[in-house]
């Protein structure tokens, strides 16, 4: 259930700041804050490496905490959600606390937290799962070795993150060439897309593959723990059956991987992209030792 005054606050706060960035269209950007269809699809993902149902599971970034809520409530989840309290386009937690005490979920089981300074035991989980959030943090080495500090041996991590080696950026719903270098993607929607730099400024998009290699390697000197996968097979399936969400403006890319179809090309565009290390997004899943 989500009532008009959420609606109303999401449109005043996530919605005006993205519309002006991405030039998507507010009504388009709610639908895709405040869908109940994506969670599903981010739980079939997961399955693929793990039972979900009834599993103590922690979510870094909740956000809105529409994901945490219908895992909840579909799947039987023990779920608990970190999100940082902040005002205006930082207002998730508020809304993810009303939206818990809206729908008959206790409340303080989104805990105002940051990713890399979690308030929970070792051990603690039996999934750790976060979507769209390393970009954001200030620190993603310190939130990937935390999500491993918490769960517990045998459990599962699966952070999903922007691949910035790629071509598509969700935020500005704009295509840009592979990032190089730390300043490219500001200068790029300024003097490409005319778009205001200064969000761009605060992603991290040194996030790609050699930055997840590299970061693993030194994970592995705290902890033990072994890659599933990065997401190249979710990536390559998408690219063939076009199986995939297109809001806000992924609708875009989905027209353009509809066309590679129509060409006979997206099977060999794929391969191209993951020989390229390009494919987005990062789906880094772990299984702690």
Request: hydrophobic share 40%; aromatic share 14%; charged share 25%.
């Amino acid at each position: 259930m989500i009532s008009d005054e959420i609606v109303e606050w999401v449109k005043k706060s996530q919605g005006t700041f993205f519309n002006d960035i991405s030039h998507v269209g507010i009504d388009r950007i709610i639908s895709d804050l405040l869908s109940f269809q994506k969670p599903f699809q981010q739980y079939d993902i997961l399955s693929k490496y793990t039972c979900v149902k009834d599993r103590k599971i922690l979510e870094i970034g909740s956000g809105l905490g529409i994901n945490l809520l219908v895992w909840m409530k579909a799947f039987n989840v023990d779920g608990y959600g970190i999100e940082p309290a902040a005002v205006g386009f930082g207002s998730s937690y508020e809304i993810s606390k009303k939206m818990f005490h809206l729908n008959d979920v206790d409340p303080e089981r989104i805990v105002n937290a940051v990713g890399e300074n979690m308030p929970f035991e070792d051990n603690s989980f039996d999934i750790v799962y976060s979507s769209n959030v390393l970009e954001h943090v200030q620190s993603p080495f310190n939130v990937l070795d935390e999500a491993i500090r918490v769960v517990r041996p045998g459990g599962i991590i699966q952070i999903v993150y922007p691949n910035y080696m790629s071509y598509y950026d969700g935020h500005y719903s704009v295509f840009h060439p592979p990032i190089l270098w730390e300043g490219l993607f500001p200068w790029y929607v300024q003097h490409i897309w005319r778009r205001d730099p200064s969000f761009a400024k605060t992603l991290n998009t040194e996030l790609n593959y050699f930055w997840t290699k590299n970061t693993l390697e030194m994970l592995r000197k705290k902890h033990e723990f072994s890659v599933l996968s990065l997401g190249e097979d979710v990536f390559y399936e998408r690219m063939c059956s076009f199986d995939f969400e297109a809001k806000g403006g992924l609708a875009k890319v989905k027209r353009v991987v509809k066309l590679s179809g129509k060409l006979k090309l997206n099977k060999i565009i794929a391969k191209m992209i993951l020989l390229s290390k390009g494919w987005a997004p990062i789906i880094l899943t772990m299984e702690k030792s």
